[in-house]
């Protein structure tokens, strides 16, 4: 579940600067997010993906949570059900994700990633690693091992897991699938 409060996403909060000690570390983190937002769109487009970055997100979390109500799966993308809906509905026809009814409740519709889905999103992972650990490499920093448990830590406290257990999570879908 996404753990920034709603006030966070609001066009006004959004720009104002936050001030003390965290205020550099903020505005870092910003800077870093549009580099990272700009890989992972160019990503994309190399791997020949096809998918918008919200197409993308939706099947990150369908891989890394697994099945998915189209209510809570617009709840974690921060959008109303009917956008999740259309949004789907494209993801469907492409053959990477499908709807699945349960045999006991079938009012209710679950989202799953297929076998292409969950390949589109390792292929699509294993070239942002490469293109991260170049970033990293060519920024010459002193110990970037030491940066890894305060980027976990703003992972975990934003709701996400992080990328060993996410990789694993994934192999278990491929799996499975």
Do not use: F, K
Not at 76 to 90: A, I, K, P
């Amino acid at each position: 579940m996404n753990a920034v409060p709603p006030a966070a996403s609001s066009a006004r909060a959004s720009t104002r600067r936050p001030s003390g000690a965290d205020a550099a570390l903020v505005d870092s983190l910003l800077s870093l997010s549009r580099v990272l937002v700009g890989l992972a769109a160019r990503t994309l487009g190399e791997i020949g993906a096809e998918v918008t970055l919200s197409q993308y997100r939706a099947l990150v979390l369908l891989a890394v949570r697994g099945r998915q109500r189209t209510g809570d799966l617009a709840a974690e993308l921060g959008v109303q059900s009917s956008t999740v809906t259309r949004l789907c509905d494209r993801l469907i026809r492409r053959g990477l994700i499908e709807r699945v009814r349960q045999p006991d409740d079938r009012r209710v519709a679950w989202l799953d990633l297929t076998g292409e889905g969950a390949g589109l999103v390792a292929d699509t992972m294993a070239h942002r690693r490469a293109a991260i650990a170049e970033l990293v490499s060519s920024a010459e920093l002193e110990q970037p091992a030491g940066l890894a448990p305060v980027l976990d830590a703003l992972v975990e406290a934003a709701g996400e897991t992080t990328d060993p257990d996410w990789l694993d999570r994934l192999a278990e879908r491929r799996a499975r699938t």
